[in-house]
């Protein structure tokens, strides 16, 4: 692959090909995404705003309801906010921004509350408080779950409950293609809108028109569907960092994917969104095996199995390439110990597993890492806000430099829950002014066959996972270049192809950013160099112009 003063040419569409617009509509605020962060950022602007959610599917079909762990905060009197602020910067491997996990921690417990107070239904321990659970990386029980198992769920409900009920409007079965921008007195570039493709009930293309808002709110979570192994449902494919991308904005470290440890493995055959197996089975005394039976964590790292995520996918992955008694492909996690308790404790990953033909209070439990969460996106703070005015980015799809090289377990519920509020309670205070849309048309449009979609996430899984080989990744580069080729302005557009699209253009950004960072850092693992170079204690910056994705090492950390 060609690449250039930090230029990789690859051509990647500008803007997604669709019919002409043929309506309009005006709103104050328009959220993309209908998870946690999406509407937290929408409740709170709700009582003095007009919100419009736009989702491509269901309000609750993104990542949030699948939730299995729940909100990390110091709520015991023995916890302190130094050792949550601790335990994520250690996780994070360097590239956290301490002023913004601080800020995030200290508000973290004041979310939980307004939770609450919303109506969710946190489990109580022994004593009628919360019940508190530990999962890796923390050195204190302060995660808060509901339903066992079921925190994200619960999350998701109450949420959905209160945006509905404080007049949120909400336009399901609608995909935000792009963004549209104005120009304010001043010069500056300012979003205006968004446009949208309302879709049939079979993703085809029913009309396209514009939203118009005074401020744009991208909560459209992370890009797991990039991967053919991910614990991510299936409309998780990136289409806020690519419709950011499109609109020129800058985009960090998105090579930094987390990869989960303990996902059920269901055989080579299966293409479904796999179950994951919560940490907080690990943090309640599950071990992992391989299939020889010797223990996989003892020796690898001090916590051991309840080791920070990157440590375990990491050392699940090497002990895999052995083939232990010809096994490859998975190694087994043994929740025995907790016997009878496990059903009660565990229902939703119970089911899985009997349907899948385990009973994990007897059984070992098959395990794989998986895609499960993307540590970057764009570029923001943890007020929300972007380089551009009136340009928002909450949750998954955000960078805001508390997760840095590698998320700490339960963080994300939390960050999406306080940025969010931040950013609509921000709103309902100020909002930017109105500007109109200009006409945009810089570069190419196009949309890419989701015939090809099956080899693109396939290419990530096998070379862009857990560990990765310089040679393979510019193998990989190479392949989707081909692919790229094939976009064209005269493909059909519809709900599977925009995705397959978006799902192209974040693996290209993702692959090249994991080619330039010549480095292992937390989930970030290479195999030509094991270890962190202090060279790299700095920010990857990606962005899309008419000559391909441009790779620039951003600011120290």
């Not at 050392?315 to 492909?329: K, T, Y």
């Not at 890419?448 to 040679?471: C, F, I, Y």
């Not at 192809?497 to 950013?513: D, G, M, P």
């Amino acid at each position: 692959m060609a690449r250039t003063d930090g230029a990789v040419q690859i051509e990647l569409p500008r803007r997604l090909a669709a019919p002409e617009p043929t309506w309009t509509r005006d709103v104050d605020v328009v959220v993309l995404g209908s998870g946690a962060a999406g509407l937290a950022a929408a409740l709170a602007a709700r009582p003095v705003r007009n919100v419009l959610i736009v989702t491509k599917d269901t309000l609750d079909a993104g990542s949030t309801a699948w939730a299995q762990g729940g909100l990390a905060a110091v709520l015991d009197p023995t916890d302190t906010f130094a050792e949550h602020v601790r335990d994520t910067l250690e996780a994070g491997a360097g590239l956290c921004d301490e002023a913004a996990v601080t800020s995030l921690v200290g508000d973290a417990p004041t979310a939980i509350d307004y939770l609450e107070k919303l109506g969710a239904a946190f489990d109580p321990g022994a004593d009628g408080e919360r019940a508190l659970t530990r999962e890796g990386g923390h050195s204190r029980s302060r995660i808060v779950h509901a339903g066992g198992d079921q925190s994200g769920a619960e999350i998701q409900r109450t949420l959905d409950e209160n945006a509905i009920n404080a007049g949120v409007e909400v336009f399901e079965h609608a995909f935000a293609l792009d963004l549209e921008f104005g120009v304010t007195p001043a010069g500056k570039r300012q979003v205006a809108g968004v446009r949208i493709a309302v879709l049939g009930t079979t993703g085809e293309v029913v009309s396209v028109g514009i939203v118009t808002a005074r401020a744009v709110v991208v909560a459209t979570g992370g890009y797991g569907q990039v991967f053919a192994s991910t614990s991510n449902p299936a409309a998780v494919t990136g289409d806020g960092h690519a419709l950011a991308l499109r609109a020129g904005l800058i985009l960090r470290d998105l090579e930094f994917v987390q990869f989960h440890p303990t996902v059920l493995w269901q055989g080579v055959e299966s293409t479904a969104q796999q179950t994951l197996i919560s940490e907080a089975v690990r943090g309640e005394g599950a071990v992992l095996f391989d299939a020889a039976g010797e223990r996989i964590m003892q020796g690898v790292h001090p916590l051991e199995d309840l080791a920070p995520r990157d440590v375990v996918a990491a050392a699940i992955s090497e002990r895999m390439s052995r083939a232990v008694n010809g096994v490859d492909d998975h190694v087994y996690l043994d929740a025995t110990a907790i016997g009878e308790r496990f059903e009660e404790r565990f229902p939703f990953i119970t089911r899985a597993c009997r349907a899948a033909g385990f009973d994990p209070s007897r059984d070992r439990i098959p395990v794989a890492p998986a895609a499960h969460y993307t540590c970057g996106g764009i570029d923001s703070n943890l007020d929300g806000t972007t380089s551009i005015e009136g340009l928002y980015a909450v949750g998954e799809v955000a960078y805001t430099g508390v997760h840095g090289a590698n998320r700490l377990a339960s963080n994300s519920l939390t960050e999406s829950l306080v940025v969010g509020t931040r950013v609509g309670r921000d709103l309902a205070w100020k909002l930017p002014a109105r500007v109109e849309v200009i006409d945009e048309r810089w570069g190419e449009s196009g949309t890419l066959d989701d015939s090809l979609r099956a080899h693109v996430r396939t290419l990530m899984s096998k070379n862009v996972g857990v560990l990765r080989r310089p040679e393979n990744l510019v193998a990989t580069l190479d392949a989707l270049a081909v692919v790229a080729d094939k976009v064209s302005s005269q493909t059909t557009p519809t709900r599977r192809n925009f995705e397959a699209t978006n799902i192209l253009t974040v693996a290209s950004a993702v692959t090249a950013s994991a080619l330039t960072r010549t480095e292992s850092r937390g989930c970030h693992r290479r195999t030509d160099v094991v270890t962190s170079d202090p060279v790299w204690k700095r920010h990857l910056e990606v962005s899309l112009d008419d000559d391909g994705l441009v790779i620039r090492g951003g600011v120290e950390a």
